[in-house]
Every structure is written in C-alpha cells, then in structure tokens.
C-alpha cells in the first residue's frame, strides 16, 4: 500500500532515496498519517502541514548527528514515522504507547522534549554553542511554527544568537499567511539565489573590500538591506544578526532541498521562512484547520461528525465557563476575557462572537496576557483569563508580582485541572493546587460538579482580589448548572455524606469517586470546595469526631490541598491519623485518564483499598 514508505527503516534509507521519488513519499507519508491519526486520536492539521519539511530536513541533515529541534511537538508525527516508529503509531498518545511530542527518553531523534512552545530556539543555540565549544561538526535547526513565535521567549534567543558565534539555521513554519505575501516564482528564485554559496561567497568578498572604504560599506549595507526589505519580509531578523531567507513554499521539494542544502553550508545564524498549510492534501482539514488540530477518532472518508468525541448529553467544563462568561458578560460591562491563543481550547468562540470589543487573544504569550490583565484590572475593568493549568505555569513570575502582590481582581479560569491524558506528562494539570496554594491574597477553588463550578466561577469574579477556579478537562457527574450566577461563602466546604469513623475530605473533581467509596467504607465525605482559604473549621470538626481522615485530591501530594489539613491539624496539636491521597511525586505520563486514575489508587475502588490498608 506504502511501496515507498515501507522500505523505510530510518532515515539513512530516506537519505538513500533519489530526489525525484520524495515528492512520491510525501504522499505516501500523507495518506498514512491521516489513516494511523482517524484510528487513534491526535494531532492532524498540523501534521499533514509539515510532511515535505520534514522529509526534506531528514533528506539533506545527517540526523541525528545533527540535531532537529521541534517547536511547537504537535507537528512531529510524520518525523516520528521516518525515525522508526511507524508501527507506534498504532498507539499513539496511549498508556506505554509513543508520545503525541518529542520525548528524549523515547528516540535518539528527539532531540529535545517539547510539549508546548516557543522553547526551540533556545534549546537549538545551547546545542549550538555546546558543539562549537566541544569542536563538533554538527548542524543545529530550529523548526518553529503553529503561533510560537508570538512568544517573547522566542525573540529573547533570537536576540541572543544573532550576537553569538554559533552555527544555527532557524525555520520558521508559517502556516497562517498572516506574515507574508503569497508564495511565487520569484520568492523561490531569491531564495535560492540568497541562499547559495555565490552570492554569500560574493558578499563576504565584497566585504573584505568595503572594510578600507566604511562610508562606501555603510552604504552597500544599507542597499542590501533595503533591497532584501522590498522583496521579502526579513528585515526584522537581518536587524537581530540572522541572514533571513524566503518565504519558500514549505510543500515544494524543488524549493526546500537546494535552500536547505545551500543553508546547510553557511556559517553563523541563518533564518528561513517557509510558507505552509495546515491540513495539506485532506480537503475537510484545509478548509477547518481548527476542527482538524486535535481529533479523536474518526471516520477519514467522511470526516468528523457532528458531536464526535463529545460525552452524548453531557456539558463539558469548558461549556460550563463559556456560558457563564456570556452571562455574566452581560451583566458586567467592566467585564473582558483574555486567552493566549487558546479560544476554542478554552470555551471563549461565543463571547468572542457576542463581545468582541472585549475579546482578547494575545497569541501564545502567557506572561503578557497575565500582566496585560493586570493592567486592567488597576484601570476598574474585571479581567477574566481563561488559561490552562500547565500554561499558567510558564507564568509564574507575573502571577505573583504582578497580580497577587498588588491584590488585583483578576480573576483565573484554569482548565485542564488534574489529569489530561493523551497529552501526557508536558499536560498533566498536577501542580495547580501547589503553587497557587502558597501565594499570599490568592483564593483558589476547585467545583465537584458542573453546577458548582458556575458558582464558583461567580465567587471568583466577584472577589476583589485575586482569585482561581480549577476544573478539569472533558465531562463532569452530569448535574445541570441553572441560569443564575449566585456565589458561595469563600473558605466554607460541605459536608455531602455523614458516616463514622472515618471522614474523606475530598477536592474538585474526586468528590465523586469519595462518595461512592463512602458508601461502601460507611465514611463521611466532605466536599471541601476551597484549598485557600480551607475551610479549617470543617477540617477540626471532622477530626474530633473521626479516628482517620483521608485527603483526597487530583494533584501532586507536595504542597497541595492534603498538606495544608496536615499543616491545620499541627497547628490545632490535634493527633488525628491523617492518609493523604493524591498524585504521587513523579511525572505522569499519557494515557487514558479513567485507567490513570485508577492505577494510582484514585478511583472509588483504590480509595477504599487504601483506607483499609491504613495502619
């Protein structure tokens, strides 16, 4: 079926291939990434939109001697097949299954573990510098794209390797045409032409002559300079010390083999600029790009079916707080929503629509969209950001300097609580609870149900200080929120289920799972509703009146909702056995998030088990 495909073990065999035959691959390589990725679930768009440019990479680079860097790992699938894993495709993004990212752990090829973005420059120049200090003869490249360049850390190394004497070719994927003009014979001429060893040769020669002349040099640069800003749009990258080439059509062979082949052999920073489409080849997936970038499974021939990999009936969290955005929304005019380019991902396309003026994307930059809340909320607007709990990470600094330690209402949405799944490790929303729980002014909460989550949302947004709601990702018990946008006393749990003996105190989304392990442990279950403040009150009743208490949350052990009772019950000189359940101190990898749960012991079944295994 892949007569191409089939005879490829690596890609020293891809090496192996005349030119003429890559074209044929491509589709080849094409056609079986839409057939693996509509049986497991993944990434699509992205990939079909990066198949010659990563054949071509692996044609004219010796990998993995010389180093790829991927940025942002969602777009590697077809780099996954070509270094040996094709028959892991088949379980792709599931437990012991190869990762939907780079992973070192898991290739040679991998050269660097990426789950979100805007990492790979950085990374590709410390390889860089390492190799040039080391006396190795090794290319570095940087493969940027899908919005990373929106982020200030990639302009902070690009900053740095335009003055650093590092070998480095930088690509920057643009799959967006937002950048650039489109995509003609002249532009795949210039690049070819800037790109080539004459016309560098010539301009270091002309140089060396320019140097006794400086007036006549300083001229000359800027009639390069001005000429190359006409014809192309590098005039930014020339400016921070890269030699920019392009825009080149990033699914022409003709045009990405002699460039990159050209680039190969130059010295010092090269930039080059490749124009492609998301979803290339599959119809459905180039005119929906977004409905394409993350599938679960699906039927190739028809395409994604209204409602696919939805819970039949069910809301979603992320429902939850796009519809009580709107509402509230309209309620409040001070009211704005902010995302790092994560509209769909967060539930913000209707407010987007109904209020656009109070709509803002700030691209992939986390740092700038907390710190552009901020600013708002010091002018009396209530800035809502609708972030994900791993993307709030790359943040931290802002989170605490420049909200909570000015106590501004700028109120979190923080999706992808707890345990994601398939993303795995670089997703896993396992620390959330841990590093708010320990910045002063923050109130943090997470809801048991859908219900509970709208009244929580409005308790945060009501708040004059800073404040976070934590919900997980997908689908709830299914209790209906209502219309209204009531609150809830901060710092004040409830009790759900009275028993004796022992009380399980449990947080967000394991409520569930302690109340069916209540009924069969006969146990009181607490729904605890707040990590910070924590309901202290409710902790000293439960264990005056209790042999054990159990914490139970969806996050690491160290520092989270389990640690701060142990802290109440130290301070209070109460004796009472405390078991703290949670997730245990190392990375979780990816797989399905029931399965995850119960193989470490959060489930109603693993609760039980562990209450009666408590000395």
Same mark, same amino acid.
């Not at 390589?29 to 071509?56: C, D, K, M, P």
């Not at 969290?317 to 902010?338: H, N, P, S």
């Not at 990702?473 to 009531?486: A, V, Y």
């Given at each position: 079926?892949?007569?191409?495909?089939?005879?490829?073990?690596?890609?020293?065999?891809?090496?192996?291939?005349?030119?003429?035959?890559?074209?044929?691959?491509?589709?080849?390589?094409?056609?079986?990434?839409?057939?693996?990725?509509?049986?497991?679930?993944?990434?699509?768009?992205?990939?079909?939109?990066?198949?010659?440019?990563?054949?071509?990479?692996?044609?004219?680079?010796?990998?993995?001697?010389?180093?790829?860097?991927?940025?942002?790992?969602?777009?590697?699938?077809?780099?996954?097949?070509?270094?040996? /894993? @094709?028959? =892991?495709?088949?379980? &792709?993004?599931?437990?012991?299954?190869?990762?939907? !990212?780079?992973? *070192?752990? +898991?290739?040679?090829?991998?050269?660097?573990?990426?789950?979100?973005?805007?990492?790979?420059?950085?990374?590709?120049?410390?390889?860089?510098?390492?190799?040039?200090?080391?006396?190795?003869?090794?290319?570095?490249?940087?493969?940027?794209?899908?919005?990373?360049?929106?982020?200030?850390?990639?302009?902070?190394?690009?900053?740095?390797?335009?003055?650093?004497?590092?070998?480095?070719?930088?690509?920057?994927?643009?799959?967006?045409?937002?950048?650039?003009?489109?995509?003609?014979?002249?532009?795949?001429?210039?690049?070819?032409?800037?790109?080539?060893?004459?016309?560098?040769?010539? /301009? @270091?020669? =002309?140089?060396?002559? &320019?140097?006794?002349?400086?007036?006549?040099?300083? !001229?000359?640069? *800027?009639? +390069?300079?001005?000429?190359?800003?006409?014809?192309?749009?590098?005039?930014?990258?020339?400016?921070?010390?890269?030699?920019?080439?392009?825009?080149?059509?990033?699914?022409?062979?003709?045009?990405?083999?002699?460039?990159?082949?050209?680039?190969?052999?130059?010295?010092?920073?090269?930039?080059?600029?490749?124009?492609?489409?998301?979803?290339?080849?599959?119809?459905?997936?180039?005119?929906?790009?977004?409905?394409?970038?993350?599938?679960?499974?699906?039927?190739?021939?028809?395409?994604?079916?209204?409602?696919?990999?939805?819970?039949?009936?069910?809301?979603?969290?992320?429902?939850?707080?796009?519809?009580?955005?709107?509402?509230?929304?309209?309620?409040?005019?001070?009211?704005?929503?902010?995302?790092?380019?994560?509209?769909?991902?967060?539930?913000?396309?209707?407010?987007?629509?109904?209020?656009?003026?109070?709509?803002?994307?700030?691209?992939?930059?986390?740092?700038?969209?907390?710190?552009?809340?901020?600013?708002?909320?010091?002018?009396?607007?209530?800035?809502?950001?609708?972030?994900?709990?791993?993307?709030?990470?790359?943040?931290?600094?802002?989170?605490?300097?420049?909200?909570?330690?000015?106590?501004?209402?700028?109120?979190?949405?923080?999706?992808?609580?707890?345990?994601?799944?398939?993303?795995?490790?670089?997703?896993?929303?396992?620390?959330?609870?841990?590093?708010?729980?320990?910045?002063?002014?923050?109130?943090?909460?997470?809801?048991?149900?859908?219900?509970?989550?709208?009244?929580?949302?409005?308790?945060?947004?009501?708040?004059?200080?800073?404040?976070?709601?934590?919900?997980?990702?997908?689908?709830?018990?299914?209790?209906?929120?209502?219309?209204?946008?009531?609150?809830?006393?901060?710092?004040?749990?409830?009790?759900?289920?009275?028993?004796?003996?022992?009380?399980?105190?449990?947080?967000?989304?394991?409520?569930?799972?302690?109340?069916?392990?209540?009924?069969?442990?006969?146990?009181?279950?607490?729904?605890?509703?707040?990590?910070?403040?924590?309901?202290?009150?409710?902790?000293?009743?439960?264990?005056?009146?209790?042999?054990?208490?159990?914490?139970?949350?969806?996050?690491?052990?160290?520092?989270?909702?389990?640690?701060?009772?142990?802290?109440?019950?130290?301070?209070?000189?109460?004796?009472?056995?405390?078991?703290?359940?949670?997730?245990?101190?190392?990375?979780?990898?990816?797989?399905?998030?029931?399965?995850?749960?119960?193989?470490?012991?959060?489930?109603?079944?693993?609760?039980?088990?562990?209450?009666?295994?408590?000395?």
């Amino acid at each position: 079926m892949y007569p191409l495909l089939d005879t490829l073990q690596s890609p020293a065999d891809l090496r192996a291939l005349p030119a003429d035959q890559l074209p044929a691959l491509a589709s080849e390589l094409r056609a079986f990434l839409l057939e693996s990725v509509s049986r497991t679930g993944g990434h699509l768009s992205s990939n079909l939109g990066t198949v010659e440019l990563t054949i071509a990479l692996h044609h004219v680079f010796n990998t993995p001697e010389d180093r790829l860097v991927w940025d942002v790992g969602h777009q590697t699938y077809g780099h996954k097949i070509l270094t040996g /894993r @094709r028959e =892991g495709m088949s379980r &792709l993004r599931m437990q012991d299954g190869i990762s939907g !990212f780079p992973r *070192r752990a +898991e290739s040679d090829y991998d050269t660097f573990g990426v789950g979100h973005s805007s990492t790979s420059i950085s990374a590709a120049l410390g390889m860089a510098v390492a190799a040039r200090n080391k006396g190795e003869n090794r290319k570095v490249v940087a493969i940027i794209g899908d919005g990373a360049m929106s982020a200030g850390q990639a302009f902070e190394a690009l900053n740095n390797a335009g003055v650093v004497d590092a070998n480095l070719l930088v690509i920057l994927n643009d799959n967006d045409m937002s950048i650039s003009p489109p995509v003609g014979a002249l532009n795949k001429y210039l690049a070819r032409l800037l790109s080539g060893r004459t016309f560098n040769a010539a /301009r @270091r020669a =002309g140089e060396r002559v &320019l140097k006794r002349m400086p007036s006549v040099l300083e !001229f000359a640069n *800027r009639v +390069e300079e001005h000429v190359k800003g006409m014809i192309s749009p590098g005039t930014l990258f020339e400016e921070m010390g890269f030699n920019y080439i392009g825009p080149i059509d990033g699914h022409d062979l003709d045009a990405l083999l002699p460039t990159l082949q050209n680039l190969k052999n130059l010295k010092g920073p090269q930039f080059l600029h490749v124009i492609t489409t998301k979803g290339q080849g599959y119809k459905l997936a180039e005119e929906d790009p977004v409905l394409y970038h993350g599938v679960s499974r699906f039927d190739a021939a028809n395409g994604i079916q209204g409602g696919a990999g939805k819970a039949a009936g069910k809301l979603t969290y992320t429902q939850v707080f796009g519809d009580w955005l709107c509402d509230m929304a309209r309620t409040d005019t001070r009211l704005v929503g902010i995302t790092p380019a994560m509209r769909e991902g967060s539930g913000l396309v209707r407010f987007e629509q109904e209020f656009p003026e109070r709509y803002f994307d700030t691209g992939i930059a986390e740092q700038h969209a907390v710190t552009f809340a901020a600013g708002l909320a010091c002018e009396g607007m209530k800035p809502v950001v609708a972030i994900y709990s791993t993307f709030l990470q790359r943040a931290y600094d802002q989170l605490i300097h420049d909200v909570a330690l000015q106590n501004l209402p700028v109120m979190f949405a923080i999706d992808r609580g707890g345990l994601v799944g398939a993303d795995g490790g670089t997703h896993q929303g396992a620390f959330d609870l841990s590093y708010l729980g320990c910045i002063p002014n923050m109130v943090v909460m997470a809801p048991a149900d859908e219900a509970e989550c709208r009244r929580m949302l409005s308790t945060a947004y009501h708040h004059d200080g800073p404040a976070a709601v934590r919900y997980p990702r997908g689908s709830g018990p299914g209790i209906t929120p209502g219309t209204d946008l009531d609150t809830l006393p901060i710092g004040k749990g409830e009790i759900r289920r009275r028993g004796s003996r022992i009380a399980l105190l449990a947080f967000g989304t394991l409520v569930t799972p302690a109340l069916a392990a209540g009924d069969i442990l006969d146990a009181t279950v607490a729904n605890m509703r707040f990590i910070k403040p924590l309901d202290r009150a409710l902790v000293l009743e439960l264990a005056r009146n209790h042999d054990l208490l159990v914490s139970i949350e969806e996050n690491t052990l160290i520092g989270g909702a389990g640690a701060e009772i142990a802290r109440c019950l130290e301070e209070s000189g109460l004796t009472r056995r405390l078991l703290r359940l949670g997730l245990p101190d190392r990375f979780i990898e990816h797989g399905d998030q029931a399965q995850l749960l119960a193989q470490l012991g959060l489930d109603a079944a693993g609760i039980v088990a562990r209450v009666r295994a408590a000395p």
